[in-house]
Every structure is written in structure tokens, then in C-alpha cells.
């Protein structure tokens, strides 16, 4: 069983070697473990610590792609080298590396295909109140959009298994974090968290300029990732309101023409009559969207098995290289 420690990086000399000094070397029921560093476009020594400090991977973009871009790049680095699982934790040791072991567990009893750690918020000293409770929010409207129970959603100290790893796919260029978990869920991907611990903050996060900023883009995200797994049941929702406040309005002047005095009320009929058009194709556009969605999801098996294919292929070269 080989393990893939990677490590989303960017402008991360200061932090980089504090983190990879506390990764585990050895962890039951792991016959090798590795360490991948993803380079997003850092402008400092960041690759030249991880060369020195002996990372096995480095998987490096010219100029900043985000943490999405990175996420994927790194997994699909780790699947080529060869990893049945993969832990994702942070460059600035925000995560304790000797929880990587509870991390895994449940992927090495054939129990999950996805782990989350689920951070101590509350106890967390240098979240502020704000923050407690928009991660307490934001974690319960993920809950209600991927039909999990996961309580801390925007951890992205995980861990994935070769299968989930093949089937991930972030389109959204913010934050890999609430995608994937929409999606494991959506996708019937075993999932599940376990409590982990926190270090010290070294830094502060460079993910959002502010809580609000933070907020506004996670809402588009979670948003944008249930109307692609659930487009249908998304735009029904939004088709009721105007259809209802349609019928209701044309059902008020049914009334006053049946005690004839519907003469001064035809504004109200071409008002209903037009919420009901817009409800009719607002309900119309799901109809279209979860065709789309049914194509989507036969891509992403197809997908699937393209990766599968081509991984393969990596690990047929590597042995029969090492054969030679």
C-alpha cells in the first residue's frame, strides 16, 4: 500500500519545512509513503526547499492557476506515481501530520473512499466569532447539498483513495474544498470525517481577502455545484415561485370576473400570465440542464475509465523499467 503526502504550495519558503518535518515516515498498514509538493507559480524559494529537503514530486505551473487547479494537478501526479491513497494537508503546518494515520484508517478498513478532518472550530483561538460561525453555516448548507454529514466542510486536510482520486473533478477555479465533498455526495462516494487536531496559525490564510469576500464566493460554489448534480430538482425550486404567485394572481381576477368586475383588473392578468410563462420555462431550462447532466455523468465514467487506462499504463512502464 503507497501513500502520496501532497502539498498544495504557494510562496511557501518560510513554512514549507516546518510542515514536511513533521510528515510521518512510517504509518501502519503503509508499505511506502511519498511526498508531492504542487507549485503554484511561487515567486520565492519554494521548490528549492522542497528539493533540499528531498520531496519525491514536484509538480510545478509557471503562474498562479489557484488551489482548484492545484488540487487536481496534484492528484492526478499522484495517481501517475503510483499512490493507493492520498492525504491532502497544508504548506503552513496548519494541520497536525500525526493525525494522518486516523486520517487513512477508515480507507484502509474498506470503510471510505474519502476522509475529511474535522478541525476543533470552536476551540480554534485564532478563528474569530465571525469565522466560527460562518464555518458552522457554510458546513451545514454543504450537508444539505451533497446529502452528507460531513461538519467541517472547508477542511482540506483529506484523504482520498485511488478510485475516489479518479473520480474527481473541481470546475469551479476558487476552492476544491466544497466540490468535492457535493460531489462524493451526489456521486455516492463513500465519505466520511474524522476529528483531527490544529497547530498554531504561522500565517494568516491567503485563501480570501475577507470573511465577506470568503462567504460570497463559497455560496457561488456550493450553488453552482448543486445545480450540476442536481439541475432539475434546482430549477424546480426556482419555478415555483413564480408559477405559484402566477396561479395566484390569476385566480384573483377569476374572482373579480365572476362578480363582473374584472374590467379594471387586465393589468393583473397579463402579470400572472407572464409569471406562469416565466415558471413554464424556467421548469423547461431543468428539464434541458438534467439532460445535460445525464451526459455529463456518462463523460465522467468515460473519463474514469480513461484514467484508470492511463495509470495503469504509468505503473506498467515503471515495472517494466525496474525489471530491466
Given at each position: 500500500m503507497k501513500l502520496i503526502i501532497q502539498i498544495p504550495c504557494y510562496n511557501e519558503a518560510e513554512t514549507l519545512e516546518i510542515a514536511l518535518n513533521d510528515l510521518p515516515k512510517h504509518l501502519?498498514?503503509?508499505?511506502?509513503?511519498?511526498?508531492?509538493?504542487?507549485d503554484d507559480g511561487s515567486r520565492d524559494e519554494t521548490v528549492k526547499v522542497a528539493k533540499e529537503w528531498g520531496v519525491h514530486h514536484i509538480v510545478s505551473f509557471h503562474q498562479n492557476k489557484g488551489l482548484a487547479k492545484g488540487f487536481m494537478a496534484g492528484l492526478d501526479g499522484c495517481l501517475k506515481n503510483g499512490a493507493d491513497i492520498i492525504v491532502n494537508t497544508d504548506a503552513d503546518n496548519q494541520y497536525r501530520a500525526e493525525d494522518i494515520q486516523k486520517l487513512i484508517q477508515p480507507i484502509l478498513d474498506g470503510k471510505a473512499d474519502m476522509v475529511i478532518g474535522e478541525r476543533p472550530i470552536d476551540e480554534t483561538e485564532h478563528f474569530s466569532l465571525i469565522k466560527k460561525k460562518l464555518q458552522h453555516f457554510g458546513s451545514w448548507v454543504v450537508r444539505k447539498a451533497?446529502?452528507?454529514?460531513i461538519p467541517d466542510a472547508p477542511?482540506?486536510?483529506r484523504a482520498l483513495s485511488r478510485e475516489a482520486a479518479m473520480r474527481m473533478n473541481v470546475v469551479n477555479?476558487?476552492?476544491?474544498?466544497l466540490e468535492t465533498i457535493v460531489q462524493a455526495g451526489r456521486e455516492k462516494i463513500a465519505i466520511t470525517s474524522v476529528p483531527i487536531r490544529t497547530n498554531a496559525e504561522?500565517?494568516?490564510?491567503?485563501?480570501?481577502?475577507?470573511?465577506?469576500?470568503?462567504?460570497?464566493?463559497s455560496i457561488v460554489t456550493i450553488i453552482r455545484a448543486y445545480m450540476m448534480y442536481k439541475p432539475l430538482r434546482c430549477f424546480t425550486f426556482l419555478a415555483m415561485l413564480p408559477t405559484v404567485l402566477g396561479l395566484g394572481i390569476g385566480a384573483r381576477y377569476l374572482v373579480y370576473m365572476a362578480i363582473g368586475r374584472a374590467g379594471g383588473h387586465i393589468q393583473s392578468l397579463i402579470l400572472g400570465c407572464t409569471l406562469i410563462i416565466i415558471g413554464f420555462l424556467t421548469f423547461m431550462i431543468g428539464l434541458v440542464a438534467d439532460v445535460i447532466a445525464a451526459n455529463r455523468r456518462i463523460l465522467q465514467d468515460a473519463q474514469y475509465h480513461t484514467r484508470r487506462l492511463e495509470y495503469e499504463q504509468y505503473e506498467n512502464k515503471k515495472t517494466n523499467h525496474t525489471t530491466l
Open positions: 501502519e498498514g503503509i508499505e511506502e509513503i511519498e511526498y508531492l509538493i504542487i451533497s446529502n452528507t454529514d477542511s482540506g486536510f477555479d476558487y476552492t476544491y474544498t504561522l500565517r494568516p490564510s491567503r485563501l480570501f481577502k475577507s470573511i465577506w469576500g470568503y462567504v460570497k464566493k
